[in-house]
């Protein structure tokens, strides 16, 4: 039989509609923002865990779980309301993203490395005339004013001399991030075939994937709940 011409081979098409649906997008974006306070707060500010120093982030997980169940309840009030499991995997991934940029050793300690060296800069360690010079004026803060209060404290952040100082450099600093990401996604693009080809694992996708397609056989499992078991005894015994 003879094989089909060219024209008539056509290659399946990924679809992506209901990923990115409206309240998948409003979703995002009040989660986002509170999830990086959130790892502000328990890992730079009160330092009482480390969500992002995992491989898996233990943030992102929770949310997951949390839509599932809520996902419970809002099957009682009709077909539509439910999250699909794309809405479900696109609130994961935008979390588990702002998390990495927002987490331990990323952005949380950018504050004090651009502001480090003028607060330091003293007599003693002469970094006025050895450091300072060689450093790019738009991309730290050096005014005593805004630099002072971050690192003895005992003020608030909201007034305008405390926040002004920041907005130049922390532009350009967002610029660079934003630049960084896009240049990853253009890589992971790229080389995104070829994975594929080679049939890479992808062991970090696999709770998400595993919680999100095989719920039932997931939680019904002795060992799932023996090892949260043992990990939250152990997180409780820190805690107190």
């Not at 649906?21 to 330092?47: G, H, Q, S």
Request: hydrophobic letters at 50%; one cysteine or more; a neutral charge.
């Amino acid at each position: 039989m003879p094989a089909p011409a060219p024209e008539t081979l056509e290659r399946p098409q990924r679809s992506t509609s209901g990923l990115m649906t409206p309240r998948v997008i409003v979703l995002a974006l009040v989660l986002i923002p509170l999830n990086a306070w959130w790892l502000t707060e328990i890992e730079y500010v009160r330092y009482s865990d480390n969500a992002t120093t995992q491989a898996i982030f233990f943030n992102a997980v929770t949310l997951l779980l949390a839509l599932v169940g809520l996902n419970a309840l809002l099957r009682r009030l009709g077909p539509r309301w439910p999250f699909t499991t794309h809405e479900m995997l696109a609130l994961y991934v935008a979390v588990a993203v702002a998390s990495n940029l927002a987490g331990h050793d990323q952005l949380q300690i950018l504050f004090t490395t651009i502001t480090y060296v003028f607060r330091h800069a003293t007599p003693e360690t002469g970094w006025a005339t050895k450091i300072v010079p060689h450093i790019a004026p738009h991309l730290v803060v050096s005014d005593p004013s805004a630099v002072d209060p971050l690192f003895t404290g005992n003020t608030t952040l909201y007034r305008a001399d405390h926040i002004l100082p920041w907005l130049r450099p922390l532009g350009w600093w967002s610029l660079f991030v934003m630049a960084v990401v896009w240049t990853m996604l253009c890589m992971a693009s790229i080389f995104r075939r070829q994975w594929d080809n080679e049939r890479l694992n992808y062991p970090i996708a696999e709770i998400p994937i595993q919680v999100l397609t095989k719920p039932h056989s997931l939680f019904g499992s002795k060992l799932l709940w023996g090892g949260a078991a043992i990990g939250a005894a152990g997180q409780c015994i820190n805690l107190i």
